[in-house]
Structure formats: C-alpha cells, structure tokens
C-alpha cells in the first residue's frame, strides 16, 4: 500500500508540500530555550494563530507541557486558539477544563480512533460530541495504531509487530469506516486522516465528501503523499496539513524538505488550502508554542509573505473549526 512519495529532488522546479490542570506542570513557564517571550516579528506572525496540533500533559507519552500551562503561553503569545491532540485518550473534557482554567483562548479537543477508544467506534465519537462545552471537533483516523503505520515499523523491525486498527481493504473503506463518517458529517466536525496510507487518505476524503463532511484535513500530508496525491485531496475539498518537522528544527537536522522547497509547494497546492501547525509536545524538541512561532519565521525568511502565513495559520484553522474568520 505504501506509495511512491514525493522527493524534491524527484520534481525539480516542482519541488518547488481531566487532570493535571492545577499549578505548573513539569515545563515551567519561560524556562529553557527561549519558551517565554520572543522576537516582536515571531510575536506578530503568532498573534491570532491557531495551532491544529499540539501535543500537552497528560498523556501516557512524555510531553513537555501540560495543556493548561501550554494555553497560557500560547494565550500570552497572542494566539488565538489551540487544538489539543492525544493520540490515545479523547482530549474533549480536556479542552473544556483548560477553557475555564484559562480563559481568553479557543482550545479545542478531539478523539484519535486508536484502539484505546475501540478503534473504529462511532459511539465513541458520538460521545466526544455530548461532552460538556462541545469542544470535541476533530476526529482523526488511526494514527499509533493505523494498519499502514504498523506495517511500516514492522518492516523496519519485526519486533515491533502490534495489532493494528484497519480502515480499508482491497482498496475500498470497512462499513464501519463509513458509519463514522456519516457521525462526523451529522455533527460537521472535522476528519483527519491520521496516519493512513495516501489512498486510504483520498478513500476517507472522497467518502467524506459524498456524505456531506464540510472540513476535512490530511493530517502532516508531505510525510507521506505525492504532489498529484495532495492535489487530489484539494479536490476532493481536503486540507493539507504541514508539521514543524517538515522542515529542518534545528541547524544540522534533516527534513524532506528546506524552506524554500516547502515555501514553493504550498503555493503550487495553494495556501488556500494549506495548514501549518506545530505537532509539537515532545520534550526534544521546542515549545509547541516557540516551534509554531519559529516555524513560521522560517518560511517569512524563505520568502513567504505574512497573508500567504496568515491563511495557512489563521484564516484555514478557522475555518475548519466553524470560526469566524478575523
């Protein structure tokens, strides 16, 4: 299943894609690496932002924040909102508590359909939409757990053999597949694609569209897709989602692509129907917060303009989540 991804080098001028809330968790606030504060041009381009994928405490993973503390700097930051990602526990009364905690940011929830919450079960995400505050807006498909993911780290290491959560097979999507996405389109929240193969990801957006879905995201799309698979998840009215780590983070550090690379494949999809966010929460690397900002002020300095940024981080987020854009 696994399909030929796109290489820079392969395109040439293409080349051109509820807890732990109380007190201050284990990152203190502004401590180490530049997490309090910032440059006035990386405090602008932050201000207003919604960062799609933000990783915090608690969780069973090591993190290097907790949420409410995490919403506070991105608060302090000027940004607009948050979208808290765990890939095995439902982070919508997680996004309710930290909204009273916190008050003066959006922060938002959602369910990944790993197996800790049944793997595909539409009752699982009907309950994320009765939860408290209605915060749970984003239903990815599996993503530790996703057959193509499993399959992958097997072949790397048998080792790690796992069960694992399907969502296809022999090229069409499983009934109960479809019954979660007609939950997703009763209650309009927003589909990811998780950690899918590229053509699982065009079967969810393509089912997605038939049954009305109206916000739909690849999830971090240049880690696995082609440009022509990325541009048919556009058409079929998908997002695609660029994470920090699709270019290098830190001097030295590899990525698929360099800045200016990224910068010429987000305008030959279309910023229209781009997202950037951070995917960030891991104590290796930045604050979720610093990451975004640091992100952003990378691709300003390859040549971006501050609208081109402002759609990708602002005005798209917006959109997929129901807001008013600003």
Known sequence: MKSTTWKPSTLGVVAVTVVALLG???ARLGAGG???GGGSSTDRLLAGSIDFHAHSLPDMEERSVDSA????????????????????D?????AYTVRRQVPGIDVFGGIVLN??????????????TQVTGGWGRVVWFPTRDAEYGVAGDVAEDPSLKRPFVSVSKDGELLPEVKDVIAVIAEHQLVLETGHSSPEESLLLLAEGKRQGVRH?????????????????????GGFIEFVYRSIPMTEGASARFTPHELAQLLRTIGVEWCVLSSDLGNPAYAMPTDGFGQFMSKMLAAGMTERELAQMTKDNPARLLGLSVN
């Open 24 to 26: 201050v968790g284990p």
């Open 34 to 36: 530049g997490q309090a």
């Open 69 to 88: 503390d995490l919403a506070r700097m991105a608060r302090d930051r000027g940004m607009r909102g948050l979208v808290l990602k765990n890939h095995f």
């Open 90 to 94: 439902p982070t919508a009364s997680l």
């Open 115 to 128: 197996r800790t919450v049944g793997g595909i079960n539409t009752r699982a995400v009907e309950h994320m």
């Open 216 to 236: 739909m995201m690849v999830t971090h799309g240049a880690f696995e897709m082609s440009l022509a698979q990325m541009q048919e998840a556009v058409k079929l």
